[in-house]
Protein backbone atom coordinates (compact mmCIF):
# COMPACT_ATOMS: atom_id res chain seq x y z
CA UNK A 1 0.00 0.00 0.00
CA UNK A 2 3.28 2.36 1.05
CA UNK A 3 5.14 1.44 -2.05
CA UNK A 4 3.59 3.42 -5.27
CA UNK A 5 4.01 7.35 -3.43
CA UNK A 6 2.95 10.18 -5.70
CA UNK A 7 6.02 11.85 -6.76
CA UNK A 8 8.43 14.61 -5.71
CA UNK A 9 7.46 17.97 -6.30
CA UNK A 10 4.04 18.55 -7.88
CA UNK A 11 3.03 21.80 -8.61
CA UNK A 12 0.14 22.81 -8.34
CA UNK A 13 -0.25 25.79 -10.44
CA UNK A 14 1.43 24.18 -13.45
CA UNK A 15 -1.47 21.63 -13.51
CA UNK A 16 -2.91 22.35 -16.89
CA UNK A 17 0.40 22.73 -18.83
CA UNK A 18 2.05 19.63 -17.62
CA UNK A 19 -1.74 18.04 -18.52
CA UNK A 20 -1.53 19.44 -21.57
CA UNK A 21 2.27 18.85 -22.89
CA UNK A 22 1.90 15.32 -21.39
CA UNK A 23 4.82 16.10 -19.15
CA UNK A 24 5.82 15.07 -15.50
CA UNK A 25 4.84 17.78 -12.67
CA UNK A 26 7.31 16.43 -10.50
CA UNK A 27 10.21 18.86 -11.03
CA UNK A 28 8.33 22.10 -11.39
CA UNK A 29 8.04 24.85 -8.99
CA UNK A 30 5.61 24.23 -6.14
CA UNK A 31 3.76 26.02 -3.99
CA UNK A 32 3.50 23.41 -1.32
CA UNK A 33 6.78 21.52 -0.64
CA UNK A 34 6.79 17.96 -1.11
CA UNK A 35 8.15 17.63 2.18
CA UNK A 36 4.82 17.81 3.80
CA UNK A 37 5.69 20.68 6.09
CA UNK A 38 2.45 21.52 9.05
CA UNK A 39 -0.04 23.43 8.15
CA UNK A 40 -2.94 24.37 9.99
CA UNK A 41 -5.11 24.44 6.69
CA UNK A 42 -7.95 22.34 7.11
CA UNK A 43 -8.26 22.27 3.78
CA UNK A 44 -4.94 20.42 3.05
CA UNK A 45 -4.68 18.24 6.11
CA UNK A 46 -8.32 17.09 5.10
CA UNK A 47 -6.08 15.13 2.27
CA UNK A 48 -4.56 13.16 5.23
CA UNK A 49 -7.88 12.96 6.56
CA UNK A 50 -6.89 14.89 9.49
CA UNK A 51 -9.29 17.46 11.46
CA UNK A 52 -6.86 20.69 11.99
CA UNK A 53 -9.49 23.29 13.70
CA UNK A 54 -7.25 25.82 14.71
CA UNK A 55 -8.52 28.01 11.74
CA UNK A 56 -11.86 26.64 11.60
CA UNK A 57 -13.36 26.68 15.86
CA UNK A 58 -14.11 29.47 16.79
CA UNK A 59 -15.70 31.44 14.01
CA UNK A 60 -13.01 33.98 13.37
CA UNK A 61 -13.72 37.29 15.04
CA UNK A 62 -11.59 39.63 13.88
CA UNK A 63 -12.67 43.33 14.02
CA UNK A 64 -12.20 45.37 17.13
CA UNK A 65 -14.99 47.65 17.99
CA UNK A 66 -13.48 50.54 16.27
CA UNK A 67 -13.62 48.65 12.65
CA UNK A 68 -16.65 47.85 13.08
CA UNK A 69 -18.24 51.84 13.48
CA UNK A 70 -15.13 52.11 10.71
CA UNK A 71 -17.11 49.77 8.80
CA UNK A 72 -20.74 51.31 9.58
CA UNK A 73 -19.14 54.38 8.15
CA UNK A 74 -18.19 53.43 4.94
CA UNK A 75 -21.07 50.78 4.21
CA UNK A 76 -24.28 52.99 4.52
CA UNK A 77 -22.98 55.74 2.38
CA UNK A 78 -21.48 52.91 0.10
CA UNK A 79 -24.95 51.29 0.04
CA UNK A 80 -26.71 54.45 0.03
CA UNK A 81 -24.60 56.19 -3.39
CA UNK A 82 -25.41 52.76 -5.54
CA UNK A 83 -28.85 53.01 -4.77
CA UNK A 84 -29.35 56.62 -5.22
CA UNK A 85 -26.91 57.33 -7.86
CA UNK A 86 -25.47 54.72 -9.61
CA UNK A 87 -27.91 53.08 -12.26
CA UNK A 88 -26.56 49.64 -12.93
CA UNK A 89 -28.80 49.30 -15.94
CA UNK A 90 -27.56 52.27 -17.36
CA UNK A 91 -23.98 51.45 -16.95
CA UNK A 92 -24.76 47.97 -18.85
CA UNK A 93 -26.84 49.70 -21.95
CA UNK A 94 -24.03 52.38 -22.17
CA UNK A 95 -21.54 49.61 -21.58
CA UNK A 96 -19.47 52.35 -19.43
CA UNK A 97 -19.82 54.20 -15.92
CA UNK A 98 -19.94 57.93 -16.35
CA UNK A 99 -17.40 60.45 -14.91
CA UNK A 100 -19.72 61.82 -12.43
CA UNK A 101 -20.10 58.13 -11.06
CA UNK A 102 -16.58 57.22 -10.76
CA UNK A 103 -15.73 60.73 -9.46
CA UNK A 104 -18.47 60.11 -6.49
CA UNK A 105 -16.80 56.93 -6.01
CA UNK A 106 -13.33 58.27 -5.68
CA UNK A 107 -14.32 60.57 -2.48
CA UNK A 108 -15.83 57.42 -1.06
CA UNK A 109 -12.57 56.12 -1.15
CA UNK A 110 -13.59 53.25 -3.46
CA UNK A 111 -10.21 52.71 -5.52
CA UNK A 112 -7.96 52.33 -2.09
CA UNK A 113 -9.80 50.96 0.49
CA UNK A 114 -6.94 48.12 1.18
CA UNK A 115 -4.06 50.70 1.08
CA UNK A 116 -2.82 52.00 3.86
CA UNK A 117 -3.59 55.99 4.66
CA UNK A 118 0.24 56.74 4.53
CA UNK A 119 0.00 56.50 0.81
CA UNK A 120 -3.41 57.54 0.52
CA UNK A 121 -5.74 55.19 1.12
CA UNK A 122 -8.73 53.86 3.62
CA UNK A 123 -6.36 50.93 4.77
CA UNK A 124 -9.19 48.47 5.42
CA UNK A 125 -8.14 44.68 6.60
CA UNK A 126 -9.15 42.03 4.35
CA UNK A 127 -12.76 41.50 6.47
CA UNK A 128 -13.43 45.28 6.33
CA UNK A 129 -12.70 44.69 2.39
CA UNK A 130 -14.68 41.61 2.38
CA UNK A 131 -17.92 43.44 3.64
CA UNK A 132 -17.48 46.39 1.19
CA UNK A 133 -17.15 43.75 -1.41
CA UNK A 134 -20.60 42.34 -0.42
CA UNK A 135 -22.38 45.57 -0.69
CA UNK A 136 -20.83 46.39 -3.81
CA UNK A 137 -22.40 43.11 -4.94
CA UNK A 138 -25.43 43.47 -4.01
CA UNK A 139 -26.09 46.36 -6.67
CA UNK A 140 -23.73 46.37 -9.63
CA UNK A 141 -21.57 43.28 -10.55
CA UNK A 142 -20.20 45.25 -13.29
CA UNK A 143 -19.19 48.12 -11.65
CA UNK A 144 -18.14 45.63 -8.51
CA UNK A 145 -15.41 44.13 -11.11
CA UNK A 146 -14.08 47.95 -12.30
CA UNK A 147 -13.37 48.60 -9.03
CA UNK A 148 -12.19 44.42 -8.20
CA UNK A 149 -10.14 44.25 -11.15
CA UNK A 150 -8.25 47.87 -10.14
CA UNK A 151 -7.33 47.19 -6.39
CA UNK A 152 -7.63 43.49 -5.82
CA UNK A 153 -5.70 42.33 -8.90
CA UNK A 154 -4.46 45.70 -10.73
CA UNK A 155 -2.07 47.41 -8.05
CA UNK A 156 -2.32 44.53 -5.39
CA UNK A 157 1.62 43.30 -6.79
CA UNK A 158 2.74 46.69 -5.85
CA UNK A 159 0.97 46.39 -2.25
CA UNK A 160 2.19 43.18 -1.33
CA UNK A 161 5.62 43.08 -3.17
CA UNK A 162 6.59 46.59 -3.88
CA UNK A 163 9.55 48.54 -2.41
CA UNK A 164 8.76 51.38 -0.44
CA UNK A 165 10.13 53.72 -3.45
CA UNK A 166 7.39 51.83 -5.72
CA UNK A 167 5.10 52.27 -3.28
CA UNK A 168 5.90 56.30 -2.97
CA UNK A 169 5.69 56.38 -6.01
CA UNK A 170 2.03 54.65 -7.44
CA UNK A 171 0.08 53.59 -4.33
CA UNK A 172 -1.40 57.73 -3.93
CA UNK A 173 -2.33 57.92 -6.99
CA UNK A 174 -3.86 54.65 -7.85
CA UNK A 175 -5.87 54.61 -4.38
CA UNK A 176 -7.28 57.78 -4.98
CA UNK A 177 -8.42 56.85 -8.32
CA UNK A 178 -6.34 59.56 -10.01
CA UNK A 179 -4.79 56.45 -12.01
CA UNK A 180 -6.87 53.58 -12.66
CA UNK A 181 -4.85 49.80 -12.57
CA UNK A 182 -5.17 46.70 -14.62
CA UNK A 183 -3.48 43.30 -14.33
CA UNK A 184 -1.88 41.64 -17.59
CA UNK A 185 -1.47 38.05 -17.69
CA UNK A 186 -3.92 36.15 -20.36
CA UNK A 187 -2.63 36.08 -23.96
CA UNK A 188 -4.29 34.80 -27.03
CA UNK A 189 -2.43 31.60 -26.68
CA UNK A 190 -2.25 31.13 -22.75
CA UNK A 191 -5.78 31.38 -20.30
CA UNK A 192 -5.50 28.85 -18.01
CA UNK A 193 -1.89 28.23 -19.05
CA UNK A 194 0.00 30.89 -17.51
CA UNK A 195 3.38 29.95 -17.95
CA UNK A 196 3.30 29.60 -21.53
CA UNK A 197 2.81 33.16 -21.72
CA UNK A 198 4.92 34.66 -24.98
CA UNK A 199 5.08 38.41 -24.03
CA UNK A 200 8.72 38.95 -23.80
CA UNK A 201 10.97 41.16 -21.93
CA UNK A 202 14.76 41.22 -22.61
CA UNK A 203 17.26 43.90 -20.75
CA UNK A 204 18.69 46.61 -22.69
CA UNK A 205 22.46 46.25 -23.09
CA UNK A 206 23.25 49.52 -20.89
CA UNK A 207 20.85 47.11 -18.19
CA UNK A 208 19.37 50.30 -17.52
CA UNK A 209 15.43 49.24 -18.61
CA UNK A 210 13.63 46.12 -20.60
CA UNK A 211 12.28 46.30 -24.14
CA UNK A 212 8.62 44.46 -23.24
CA UNK A 213 7.17 42.93 -26.74
CA UNK A 214 4.05 41.18 -26.84
CA UNK A 215 -0.02 41.13 -26.20
CA UNK A 216 -2.41 40.79 -23.66
CA UNK A 217 -6.20 40.06 -23.93
CA UNK A 218 -9.20 40.23 -22.51
CA UNK A 219 -7.84 42.82 -19.49
CA UNK A 220 -10.14 44.07 -17.36
CA UNK A 221 -9.92 47.71 -16.90
CA UNK A 222 -7.72 47.64 -20.12
CA UNK A 223 -8.82 50.75 -22.08
CA UNK A 224 -9.25 53.08 -19.47
CA UNK A 225 -6.09 51.86 -17.16
CA UNK A 226 -3.25 53.97 -16.47
CA UNK A 227 -0.97 51.78 -14.85
CA UNK A 228 -0.46 48.01 -15.62
CA UNK A 229 0.90 45.18 -13.66
CA UNK A 230 2.04 43.28 -16.94
CA UNK A 231 3.90 39.78 -16.65
CA UNK A 232 6.68 38.70 -19.47
CA UNK A 233 9.04 35.82 -20.41
CA UNK A 234 12.72 36.98 -19.59
CA UNK A 235 16.11 35.26 -19.90
CA UNK A 236 17.65 33.92 -16.93
CA UNK A 237 21.15 32.47 -16.25
CA UNK A 238 20.42 29.08 -13.53
CA UNK A 239 22.99 29.59 -10.96
CA UNK A 240 23.35 25.84 -10.27
CA UNK A 241 23.79 25.11 -14.06
CA UNK A 242 24.66 28.04 -15.66
CA UNK A 243 22.10 27.42 -18.76
CA UNK A 244 19.18 30.46 -19.43
CA UNK A 245 16.48 29.70 -19.09
CA UNK A 246 13.03 31.84 -19.45
CA UNK A 247 11.25 32.82 -16.67
CA UNK A 248 8.36 35.14 -15.52
CA UNK A 249 8.95 38.16 -14.50
CA UNK A 250 6.49 40.87 -13.54
CA UNK A 251 6.73 44.70 -14.10
CA UNK A 252 5.04 47.79 -13.59
CA UNK A 253 4.29 49.71 -16.52
CA UNK A 254 2.60 52.66 -16.97
CA UNK A 255 0.19 53.65 -19.99
CA UNK A 256 2.49 56.56 -21.07
CA UNK A 257 5.98 54.42 -21.50
CA UNK A 258 6.40 54.55 -25.70
CA UNK A 259 5.10 51.63 -27.33
CA UNK A 260 2.19 50.82 -24.80
CA UNK A 261 -1.02 50.93 -26.59
CA UNK A 262 -4.38 49.71 -26.10
CA UNK A 263 -7.12 48.63 -28.44
CA UNK A 264 -11.38 49.21 -27.92
CA UNK A 265 -13.33 47.96 -25.46
CA UNK A 266 -14.75 44.23 -26.53
CA UNK A 267 -18.43 42.73 -26.38
CA UNK A 268 -19.20 41.46 -24.06
CA UNK A 269 -22.39 38.84 -22.57
CA UNK A 270 -22.07 41.38 -19.27
CA UNK A 271 -20.48 43.38 -16.52
CA UNK A 272 -20.31 45.39 -19.13
CA UNK A 273 -20.01 48.61 -17.24
CA UNK A 274 -16.32 47.23 -16.89
CA UNK A 275 -14.28 47.72 -19.71
CA UNK A 276 -12.25 44.78 -21.15
CA UNK A 277 -9.50 45.39 -23.80
CA UNK A 278 -6.46 43.88 -25.49
CA UNK A 279 -2.91 45.94 -24.25
CA UNK A 280 -0.07 45.86 -26.36
CA UNK A 281 3.47 46.51 -25.95
CA UNK A 282 5.93 47.77 -28.83
CA UNK A 283 9.25 47.82 -27.88
CA UNK A 284 8.16 49.35 -24.88
CA UNK A 285 11.07 50.38 -22.71
CA UNK A 286 10.93 49.52 -18.85
CA UNK A 287 12.60 51.01 -16.43
CA UNK A 288 14.63 48.27 -14.52
CA UNK A 289 13.18 50.13 -11.10
CA UNK A 290 9.73 48.57 -11.89
CA UNK A 291 10.58 45.25 -12.05
CA UNK A 292 8.49 43.40 -8.61
CA UNK A 293 10.12 41.38 -5.79
CA UNK A 294 13.12 40.79 -8.89
CA UNK A 295 13.56 39.12 -12.40
CA UNK A 296 11.69 35.51 -12.67
CA UNK A 297 9.76 36.03 -9.81
CA UNK A 298 6.79 36.85 -11.78
CA UNK A 299 5.03 33.51 -11.38
CA UNK A 300 5.03 33.46 -7.89
CA UNK A 301 3.53 37.49 -8.05
CA UNK A 302 0.72 36.49 -10.30
CA UNK A 303 -0.70 33.35 -8.35
CA UNK A 304 -0.26 35.34 -5.17
CA UNK A 305 -2.34 37.87 -6.55
CA UNK A 306 -4.92 36.02 -7.82
CA UNK A 307 -4.63 33.67 -4.46
CA UNK A 308 -4.91 36.94 -2.51
CA UNK A 309 -8.22 38.28 -4.20
CA UNK A 310 -10.49 35.29 -4.42
CA UNK A 311 -12.06 35.43 -0.51
CA UNK A 312 -13.11 39.32 -2.29
CA UNK A 313 -14.85 37.16 -5.43
CA UNK A 314 -16.95 35.12 -2.80
CA UNK A 315 -18.30 38.47 -0.79
CA UNK A 316 -19.12 39.76 -3.67
CA UNK A 317 -21.28 36.56 -4.43
CA UNK A 318 -22.53 37.15 -0.70
CA UNK A 319 -24.01 40.47 -1.47
CA UNK A 320 -25.52 39.23 -4.91
CA UNK A 321 -27.18 36.58 -3.55
CA UNK A 322 -28.84 38.41 -0.92
CA UNK A 323 -30.18 41.33 -3.41
CA UNK A 324 -31.85 37.88 -5.84
CA UNK A 325 -33.12 36.54 -2.57
CA UNK A 326 -34.65 39.36 -1.18
CA UNK A 327 -36.39 40.06 -4.98
CA UNK A 328 -37.43 36.03 -5.04
CA UNK A 329 -39.26 36.60 -1.41
CA UNK A 330 -40.59 39.70 -2.34
CA UNK A 331 -42.38 38.33 -5.29
CA UNK A 332 -43.53 34.85 -3.87
CA UNK A 333 -45.15 36.88 -0.85
CA UNK A 334 -47.01 39.34 -2.77
CA UNK A 335 -47.80 36.72 -6.12
CA UNK A 336 -51.24 35.05 -5.78
CA UNK A 337 -51.69 32.11 -7.99
CA UNK A 338 -54.40 28.97 -8.15
CA UNK A 339 -55.92 31.50 -4.65
CA UNK A 340 -52.90 31.28 -2.83
CA UNK A 341 -49.47 33.38 -2.24
CA UNK A 342 -46.43 31.76 -4.02
CA UNK A 343 -44.59 30.95 -0.80
CA UNK A 344 -47.18 28.84 0.35
CA UNK A 345 -46.52 25.89 -2.38
CA UNK A 346 -43.91 23.61 -1.15
CA UNK A 347 -42.26 23.86 -4.28
CA UNK A 348 -41.63 27.42 -3.77
CA UNK A 349 -40.57 26.82 -0.35
CA UNK A 350 -37.41 24.42 -1.44
CA UNK A 351 -36.44 26.90 -3.87
CA UNK A 352 -36.34 29.76 -1.39
CA UNK A 353 -34.61 27.44 1.22
CA UNK A 354 -31.84 26.14 -1.13
CA UNK A 355 -30.93 29.62 -2.11
CA UNK A 356 -31.04 30.87 1.32
CA UNK A 357 -28.79 27.39 2.00
CA UNK A 358 -26.36 28.60 -0.91
CA UNK A 359 -25.66 31.98 0.74
CA UNK A 360 -25.65 31.10 3.88
CA UNK A 361 -22.49 28.43 2.59
CA UNK A 362 -21.17 30.82 0.65
CA UNK A 363 -21.40 33.72 3.28
CA UNK A 364 -20.05 31.24 5.89
CA UNK A 365 -16.70 30.13 3.68
CA UNK A 366 -15.75 34.23 2.70
CA UNK A 367 -15.80 35.74 5.96
CA UNK A 368 -13.53 32.52 8.09
CA UNK A 369 -11.07 33.00 5.13
CA UNK A 370 -10.64 36.68 5.23
CA UNK A 371 -10.64 36.62 9.03
CA UNK A 372 -8.10 33.82 8.80
CA UNK A 373 -6.34 36.23 6.78
CA UNK A 374 -6.51 38.50 9.06
CA UNK A 375 -5.38 36.53 11.65
CA UNK A 376 -2.05 36.49 9.91
CA UNK A 377 -3.26 32.54 8.10
CA UNK A 378 -0.72 32.24 4.99
CA UNK A 379 -1.75 29.08 3.78
CA UNK A 380 -5.07 29.63 2.02
CA UNK A 381 -4.73 28.93 -1.76
CA UNK A 382 -7.13 25.98 -1.34
CA UNK A 383 -9.97 27.51 0.74
CA UNK A 384 -9.95 30.41 -1.39
CA UNK A 385 -10.61 28.43 -4.51
CA UNK A 386 -12.70 26.46 -3.18
CA UNK A 387 -15.09 29.62 -1.93
CA UNK A 388 -14.62 31.04 -5.30
CA UNK A 389 -16.03 27.66 -7.17
CA UNK A 390 -18.84 27.65 -4.40
CA UNK A 391 -19.85 31.02 -4.07
CA UNK A 392 -19.79 31.50 -7.99
CA UNK A 393 -21.67 28.49 -8.85
CA UNK A 394 -24.05 29.17 -6.45
CA UNK A 395 -24.61 32.84 -7.15
CA UNK A 396 -25.62 31.18 -10.89
CA UNK A 397 -28.05 28.72 -9.55
CA UNK A 398 -29.81 31.69 -7.52
CA UNK A 399 -29.72 33.77 -9.86
CA UNK A 400 -31.62 31.72 -12.26
CA UNK A 401 -33.74 29.96 -9.72
CA UNK A 402 -34.88 33.46 -8.92
CA UNK A 403 -35.69 34.09 -12.73
CA UNK A 404 -37.05 30.60 -12.51
CA UNK A 405 -39.62 31.97 -9.29
CA UNK A 406 -40.61 34.86 -11.42
CA UNK A 407 -41.90 33.17 -14.38
CA UNK A 408 -42.13 35.17 -17.58
CA UNK A 409 -41.34 37.93 -15.59
CA UNK A 410 -38.44 37.51 -14.72
CA UNK A 411 -37.31 37.08 -18.42
CA UNK A 412 -38.09 40.78 -19.03
CA UNK A 413 -35.34 42.87 -19.33
CA UNK A 414 -37.04 45.57 -17.44
CA UNK A 415 -37.18 43.44 -14.45
CA UNK A 416 -33.12 43.40 -14.13
CA UNK A 417 -32.54 39.68 -13.28
CA UNK A 418 -31.40 38.53 -16.78
CA UNK A 419 -28.91 41.38 -16.56
CA UNK A 420 -27.69 39.78 -12.78
CA UNK A 421 -27.63 36.94 -14.97
CA UNK A 422 -25.18 37.46 -17.75
CA UNK A 423 -23.46 39.62 -15.28
CA UNK A 424 -22.64 36.18 -13.34
CA UNK A 425 -21.59 33.86 -16.04
CA UNK A 426 -17.61 35.37 -15.89
CA UNK A 427 -17.14 34.76 -12.38
CA UNK A 428 -16.64 30.70 -13.35
CA UNK A 429 -14.85 31.72 -15.59
CA UNK A 430 -11.99 34.84 -14.81
CA UNK A 431 -9.23 34.67 -12.09
CA UNK A 432 -8.81 30.73 -12.22
CA UNK A 433 -11.57 28.95 -14.32
CA UNK A 434 -13.40 26.56 -12.03
CA UNK A 435 -12.75 23.56 -13.93
CA UNK A 436 -8.85 24.24 -13.38
CA UNK A 437 -9.35 25.27 -9.74
CA UNK A 438 -10.88 21.83 -9.28
CA UNK A 439 -7.69 20.31 -10.34
CA UNK A 440 -5.67 22.65 -8.43
CA UNK A 441 -7.28 21.74 -5.29
CA UNK A 442 -6.77 17.98 -5.81
CA UNK A 443 -3.52 18.08 -7.13
CA UNK A 444 -2.58 20.19 -4.61
CA UNK A 445 -4.01 18.58 -1.90
CA UNK A 446 -2.60 15.17 -3.19
CA UNK A 447 0.72 16.34 -2.63
CA UNK A 448 0.71 17.63 0.12
CA UNK A 449 -0.69 14.10 1.85
CA UNK A 450 1.98 12.51 -0.40
CA UNK A 451 4.62 14.29 1.50
CA UNK A 452 3.42 13.24 4.54
CA UNK A 453 3.15 9.31 2.79
CA UNK A 454 6.70 9.58 2.02
CA UNK A 455 7.85 10.44 5.79
CA UNK A 456 6.13 7.67 6.22
CA UNK A 457 7.84 5.10 3.75
CA UNK A 458 10.92 6.16 5.17
CA UNK A 459 9.89 5.68 9.21
CA UNK A 460 9.28 1.80 7.80
CA UNK A 461 12.95 1.63 6.39
CA UNK A 462 13.57 1.75 9.99
CA UNK A 463 11.21 0.71 12.55
CA UNK A 464 12.55 0.88 15.82
CA UNK A 465 13.75 4.43 15.59
CA UNK A 466 10.18 5.80 14.28
CA UNK A 467 8.44 3.41 16.68
CA UNK A 468 5.97 6.11 17.53
CA UNK A 469 5.43 6.98 14.10
CA UNK A 470 4.48 3.71 12.62
CA UNK A 471 2.45 2.46 15.70
CA UNK A 472 0.34 5.10 15.21
CA UNK A 473 -0.29 4.85 11.66
CA UNK A 474 -0.77 1.10 11.82
CA UNK A 475 -3.13 1.92 14.24
CA UNK A 476 -5.12 4.47 12.11
CA UNK A 477 -5.17 2.02 9.18
CA UNK A 478 -6.94 -0.95 11.41
CA UNK A 479 -9.28 1.38 12.85
CA UNK A 480 -10.43 2.94 8.97
CA UNK A 481 -10.40 -0.85 7.64
CA UNK A 482 -13.59 -1.33 10.11
CA UNK A 483 -15.02 1.76 9.33
CA UNK A 484 -14.11 3.62 12.57
CA UNK A 485 -13.45 7.04 12.40
CA UNK A 486 -9.19 8.54 12.70
CA UNK A 487 -9.93 11.61 13.08
CA UNK A 488 -10.05 14.21 16.03
CA UNK A 489 -13.41 14.39 16.37
CA UNK A 490 -15.54 17.38 15.19
CA UNK A 491 -18.53 16.85 17.56
CA UNK A 492 -16.29 18.78 20.97
CA UNK A 493 -16.33 22.37 19.40
CA UNK A 494 -20.20 22.53 17.86
CA UNK A 495 -22.93 23.43 20.01
CA UNK A 496 -24.73 20.42 21.19
CA UNK A 497 -27.57 20.50 18.72
CA UNK A 498 -25.26 20.26 15.73
CA UNK A 499 -23.19 17.68 17.41
CA UNK A 500 -24.69 14.74 15.11
CA UNK A 501 -23.79 16.74 11.85
CA UNK A 502 -20.49 16.78 13.24
CA UNK A 503 -19.67 13.22 13.58
CA UNK A 504 -20.75 12.58 10.50
CA UNK A 505 -18.32 15.31 9.08
CA UNK A 506 -15.71 13.76 11.49
CA UNK A 507 -16.29 9.95 9.30
CA UNK A 508 -15.78 11.54 6.54
CA UNK A 509 -12.42 13.18 6.88
CA UNK A 510 -11.28 9.56 7.70
CA UNK A 511 -13.27 8.10 4.73
CA UNK A 512 -11.55 11.75 2.56
CA UNK A 513 -8.27 10.51 3.65
CA UNK A 514 -8.32 6.83 3.41
CA UNK A 515 -10.13 7.08 -0.38
CA UNK A 516 -6.62 9.74 -0.97
CA UNK A 517 -4.13 7.02 0.05
CA UNK A 518 -5.65 4.19 -1.82
CA UNK A 519 -5.45 6.70 -4.70
CA UNK A 520 -1.83 7.11 -5.20
CA UNK A 521 -1.03 4.22 -4.19
CA UNK A 522 -3.41 2.73 -7.06
CA UNK A 523 -2.15 5.65 -9.70
CA UNK A 524 1.17 7.16 -8.39
CA UNK A 525 2.54 10.06 -10.33
CA UNK A 526 -0.18 9.31 -12.99
CA UNK A 527 -3.07 10.22 -11.16
CA UNK A 528 -2.51 13.94 -12.71
CA UNK A 529 -3.97 11.82 -15.76
CA UNK A 530 -7.34 10.69 -14.01
CA UNK A 531 -9.22 13.83 -13.78
CA UNK A 532 -12.44 12.09 -13.36
CA UNK A 533 -11.31 10.78 -10.19
CA UNK A 534 -9.69 14.40 -9.07
CA UNK A 535 -12.48 16.20 -9.82
CA UNK A 536 -14.77 13.40 -7.46
CA UNK A 537 -11.87 14.46 -4.79
CA UNK A 538 -12.35 18.05 -5.93
CA UNK A 539 -16.06 18.00 -5.47
CA UNK A 540 -15.21 16.18 -1.70
CA UNK A 541 -13.36 18.68 -1.13
CA UNK A 542 -15.36 21.66 -1.69
CA UNK A 543 -18.62 19.98 0.64
CA UNK A 544 -16.55 18.97 3.89
CA UNK A 545 -15.27 22.93 4.09
CA UNK A 546 -18.55 24.10 3.29
CA UNK A 547 -19.37 21.70 6.00
CA UNK A 548 -16.79 22.72 8.49
CA UNK A 549 -17.40 26.36 7.87
CA UNK A 550 -21.29 26.46 8.45
CA UNK A 551 -21.01 23.88 11.32
CA UNK A 552 -18.25 26.64 13.06
CA UNK A 553 -20.38 29.91 12.47
CA UNK A 554 -24.13 28.18 13.41
CA UNK A 555 -22.54 27.13 16.78
CA UNK A 556 -21.29 30.53 17.60
CA UNK A 557 -24.84 31.58 16.76
CA UNK A 558 -26.52 29.08 18.78
CA UNK A 559 -24.65 29.43 21.97
CA UNK A 560 -24.54 33.14 21.58
CA UNK A 561 -28.10 32.54 21.07
CA UNK A 562 -28.92 35.29 18.30
CA UNK A 563 -31.85 35.73 17.07
CA UNK A 564 -31.31 33.84 14.16
CA UNK A 565 -29.26 31.03 15.53
CA UNK A 566 -32.75 28.65 14.90
CA UNK A 567 -32.44 29.40 11.70
CA UNK A 568 -29.01 28.94 10.92
CA UNK A 569 -29.32 25.77 12.89
CA UNK A 570 -31.71 24.81 10.41
CA UNK A 571 -30.06 25.96 7.24
CA UNK A 572 -26.54 24.15 8.80
CA UNK A 573 -28.48 20.76 9.05
CA UNK A 574 -29.84 20.23 5.60
CA UNK A 575 -26.49 21.87 4.00
CA UNK A 576 -24.51 19.03 5.98
CA UNK A 577 -26.83 15.86 5.54
CA UNK A 578 -26.91 16.81 1.79
CA UNK A 579 -23.21 17.47 1.27
CA UNK A 580 -22.52 14.22 3.34
CA UNK A 581 -24.55 12.29 0.68
CA UNK A 582 -22.68 14.15 -2.21
CA UNK A 583 -19.55 12.88 -0.49
CA UNK A 584 -19.81 9.72 0.25
CA UNK A 585 -21.06 9.12 -3.42
CA UNK A 586 -17.95 10.88 -4.84
CA UNK A 587 -15.99 8.82 -2.84
CA UNK A 588 -17.43 5.73 -3.54
CA UNK A 589 -17.04 6.61 -7.38
CA UNK A 590 -13.34 7.71 -7.13
CA UNK A 591 -12.47 3.77 -5.95
CA UNK A 592 -15.26 1.61 -7.07
CA UNK A 593 -15.51 -0.54 -10.09
CA UNK A 594 -18.71 1.23 -11.43
CA UNK A 595 -16.95 4.69 -11.18
CA UNK A 596 -14.48 3.60 -13.30
CA UNK A 597 -16.17 2.01 -15.88
CA UNK A 598 -18.28 4.91 -16.04
CA UNK A 599 -15.22 7.16 -16.67
CA UNK A 600 -14.37 4.25 -19.80
CA UNK A 601 -17.81 5.20 -21.10
CA UNK A 602 -17.87 8.73 -20.43
CA UNK A 603 -13.98 9.11 -22.23
CA UNK A 604 -15.29 7.26 -25.19
CA UNK A 605 -18.43 9.05 -25.65
CA UNK A 606 -16.52 12.23 -25.92
CA UNK A 607 -13.85 10.83 -28.28
CA UNK A 608 -16.20 9.80 -30.31
CA UNK A 609 -17.94 12.93 -30.53
CA UNK A 610 -14.34 14.79 -31.25
CA UNK A 611 -13.65 12.57 -34.27
CA UNK A 612 -17.23 12.81 -35.31
CA UNK A 613 -16.86 16.46 -35.65
CA UNK A 614 -20.35 16.57 -33.87
CA UNK A 615 -23.24 14.88 -32.60
CA UNK A 616 -22.90 11.22 -33.16
CA UNK A 617 -26.23 9.29 -33.17
CA UNK A 618 -28.08 9.28 -36.71
CA UNK A 619 -31.52 11.50 -36.79
CA UNK A 620 -34.72 9.26 -35.32
CA UNK A 621 -36.34 9.88 -38.03
CA UNK A 622 -33.31 8.91 -40.07
CA UNK A 623 -33.27 11.25 -42.25
Same mark, same amino acid.
Given at each position: ?47 ? +? ?12 ? @? =? %? $?? #? ?119 ? +? ?12 ? @? =? %? $?? #? ?415
Amino acid at each position: MMRRLIPRGLSSWATVRLLRRGQQVWHSRCLVTSQSKETTSFALNLFK +GETRTEEIFPFPEV @L =S %D $DQ #KETLRLLADPTAKFFEQVNDASRNDTDEKVSEHVLDQLKDLGAFGMQVPSEYGGIGLTNTQYARMGEVMGGYDLGLGILLGAHQSIGYKGILLYGTEEQKKKYLPKVSTGQWIAAYCLTEP +GSGSDAQSIRARAT @L =S %D $DG #KHYVLNGSKIWISNGSIADLFTVFAQTPQIDKTTGETKDKITAFIVEKSFPGVSTGPPEPKMGIKASPTAEVFFDNAKIPIENVLLGPGAGFKIAMNILNNGRFGMAAAMTGCMKSLVKRAVEHASTRVQFGSHLDTYGTIQDKIARMAIKLYVTESMAFMISGNMDRGVQEFQLEAAISKIYGSEAAWSVADECIQLHGGMGYMKSAGLERVLRDLRIFRIFEGTNDILRLFIALTGMQYAGGHLRELQAALKNPLANLGLVVSEGMKRAQRSVGMATAEPLGEHVHPSLRPAADEATKLVTHFGGTVEQLLSKYGKNIIHEQFVLNRIAESAIDMYGTVGVLSRSSRSLTLDLPSAEHEGHLTTVFCKEAAERIERHLSAATSSVGVETDKRLTSISQQTVENEGYVPHHPLEL
